[in-house]
């Protein structure tokens, strides 16, 4: 983040007219969405940007030699551009487009178990990481005897690099780390954990479907090999993925998936593949979703993501103050820099219980494991609560939460 004096206020109450949603209200109640870290609300300027495209120029990408073709062709690509601006990639090229953030995972995961990461072949994970950061380092694991290593966390979240160098043997291939944990909203030291596993010859990918929602992510400066993004929590649509791989890392990888515009050439007898990011890219890809990624990458950008960062940030202390009034909440997470996402049980309620009484009074909240078992393990419970807040998110909002949580005491506690 930049220097504090340079950052733009967020006019919250304009910004908030921006998204349609917004206007709704829940069982007659105030609608108070706290739900961003699952899937954040949409401004009219990523609707708009599908709308029109579906109305005014649409057609299949790359193939066609007509005008609509072409023009959707652009906006497509376009959108590659906006991405590698968003993430300060070197090269559009280094931009894949993924139906999602879980379809990068596998991708990676796939294709490096072609040729890079074999039997006893070691992948470095953290406790903290989402599922879909987890499970294809499982496959790896069950069909090609990779060994998974686990780091572990502390209890707000955060990584002892020291703990961490320690994992790394000459057998160490691949560091697969979240940027920001989707439950303790802890940020990963990003450039310090990428420097020691290219040390010790290893690729480091991260995870950063939240973390590029929260603060600026510069992939030259950290200098990961793989970065990760999803659509539909960047204020984007859902079907969108991002995978950004250094040219050398792409090159490296065989395809994920066979179909057409990943070819260069294919005959009865043998195929030759396209050069990234179109090897990655087979079949129709998610055209008018990656044109609203980019109008959503272009929305943050106009709004300032080091302003939101600052909104958020503000309202962070505010809800974290408010709940430490609360002697029957308890907090996960408290790390220094985190990101508004806040895990937390309510005694002798069930978070499912919380999150049911709380959407009566108009406030959503998750409720679950949120996709980290692994975590929760860890942190000793089978689930929380999770109030996460975005751009649109105000102080009354924090105040809707403490006002539903009193409630929730008094019916549960
Ligand atoms: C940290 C993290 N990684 C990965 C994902 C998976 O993203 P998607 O479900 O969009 O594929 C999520 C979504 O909840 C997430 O929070």
Redo the contacts with the bound molecule.
């Keep these: 983040m930049s220097d504090g004096s340079q950052i733009a206020t967020l006019d919250v109450e304009a910004l908030r007219k921006e998204f349609p949603i917004l206007s709704r209200d829940a069982y007659g109640k105030r609608l108070v969405y706290l739900d961003s870290?699952?899937s954040a609300q949409k401004p009219k300027a990523v609707i708009e940007a599908m709308t029109h495209s579906m109305a005014h120029s649409y057609a299949n990408v790359h193939r066609g030699l007509h005008l609509l073709s072409n023009e959707t062709t652009a906006a497509y690509e376009e959108a590659r551009k906006t991405v590698a601006t968003f993430l300060n990639a070197k090269s559009p090229d280094e931009i894949i487009f993924t139906s999602?953030?879980?379809?990068?995972?596998n991708l990676v995961s796939y294709a490096m178990g072609v040729n890079e990461i074999g039997e006893g072949d070691e992948i470095i994970l953290s406790v903290a990481?989402?599922h879909?950061?987890i499970v294809p380092w499982h496959f790896l694991r069950e069909r090609k005897g990779a060994v998974l290593k686990w780091l572990d966390v502390s209890d707000d979240g955060e990584i002892d690099l020291d703990a961490y160098a320690a994992l790394f043997t000459s057998k160490t291939k691949l560091v697969a780390l979240?940027h920001?944990?989707?439950v303790l909203g802890a940020p990963a030291p990003a450039k310090e954990l990428a420097k020691i596993a290219h040390d010790h010859g290893a690729k480091i990918l991260f995870?950063g479907?939240?973390a590029g929602v929260h603060g600026a992510v510069d992939v030259q400066n950290i200098d990961c090999d793989f970065y990760?993004l999803?659509?539909?929590?960047l204020y984007g649509p859902?079907g969108v993925?991002v995978l950004y791989g250094k040219m050398d890392a792409l090159k490296a990888l065989p395809p994920f998936k066979g179909g057409g515009e990943m070819i260069d050439m294919v005959t009865q007898d043998a195929v030759t593949y396209n050069d990234p990011p179109h090897r990655f890219e087979a079949g129709t890809p998610p055209i008018l979703e990656a044109i609203g990624l980019g109008a959503s990458l272009n929305w943050m950008a106009g709004k300032g993501v080091d302003a939101i960062a600052a909104h958020e940030a503000r309202l962070n202390a505010h809800v974290l103050e408010e709940l430490a009034k609360l002697n029957f909440v308890r907090v996960f997470g408290r790390a220094e820099g985190k990101a508004p996402i806040i895990a937390f049980t309510v005694e002798g309620a069930h978070p499912h219980d919380i999150s049911a009484i709380l959407d009566r009074t108009g406030v959503a909240v998750r409720a679950g494991h949120?996709?980290a078992q692994p975590l929760m393990k860890r942190l000793g419970v089978p689930a929380t609560a999770r109030a996460s807040f975005a751009a649109y998110n105000t102080h009354e909002d924090v105040e809707a939460l403490i006002a539903g949580l009193h409630k929730t005491h008094q019916m549960l506690g």
């Design positions: 870290a699952a999602g953030g879980t379809d990068a995972f990481e989402h879909s950061n979240s920001m944990s989707n995870d479907c939240q990760v999803t659509g539909h929590k859902s993925g949120h996709c």
